[in-house]
């Protein structure tokens, strides 16, 4: 390195390494964490509970158009696990027409539901918590997910 003055001027050695080390990397900061833990993102309370945020309204898709659902769930055990079920009515105990994503980790908050496999119709999206093997908990999305038929070309005559 040249000074201003156009002298030649060396580090001595270690000298920058001892820097580096003393005051930190620019641009790093240290995190602190604990191995197993869900770090700042709580999902744990004295009581379970389920909350869908999105879909918030009515929703209409053409069958096969992926929908994305986000929720907050609270567990009393870190044990507890979430499934996404699809109902078409809110009445959970006269069973559901499907379960697309289940055994989640109660810290995910989002899934994508792949509507492919759903007849022409309406629907509710749903969540279930279970701690155990027993439900816990349960919630249904504030909106109605409409399916409509995907298109189908038919062709008559070579063309």
């Known amino acids: ?3 201003s003055n156009g002298r030649k001027w060396a580090a001595p050695a270690g000298a920058l390494t001892a ?7 620019p641009g790093l900061q240290n995190l602190e964490y604990i191995a197993g833990s869900t770090g700042s ?4 309370g ?9 879909p918030d309204s009515d929703l209409s898709i053409t069958q096969g158009t992926p929908v994305e659902v986000t929720w907050r769930a609270v567990g009393t055990t870190s044990y507890a696990t979430v499934d996404l079920f699809i109902d078409n009515d809110t ?5 559901v ?5 289940t055994g989640m980790q109660l810290t995910q908050m989002s899934a994508q539901v792949d509507t492919r496999q759903l007849a022409p119709g309406e629907y509710r999206i749903g969540l279930l918590e279970k ?6 908990a349960s919630a249904y999305a504030p909106g109605i997910l409409y399916v409509n038929s995907s ?3 038919f062709f008559n005559s070579p063309r």
């Open 46 to 54: 004295k009581e379970a509970s389920l909350e869908i945020f999105t």
């Open 131 to 136: 701690q155990v093997g027993e439900v816990v």
């Open 91 to 95: 009445d959970i105990t006269n069973g």
């Open 1 to 3: 390195m040249r000074l």
């Open 41 to 44: 993102n709580s999902n744990l």
């Open 151 to 153: 298109p189908t070309l």
């Open 97 to 101: 027409v499907s379960y697309p994503v």
């Open 19 to 25: 820097l580096v080390f003393l005051s930190g990397c």
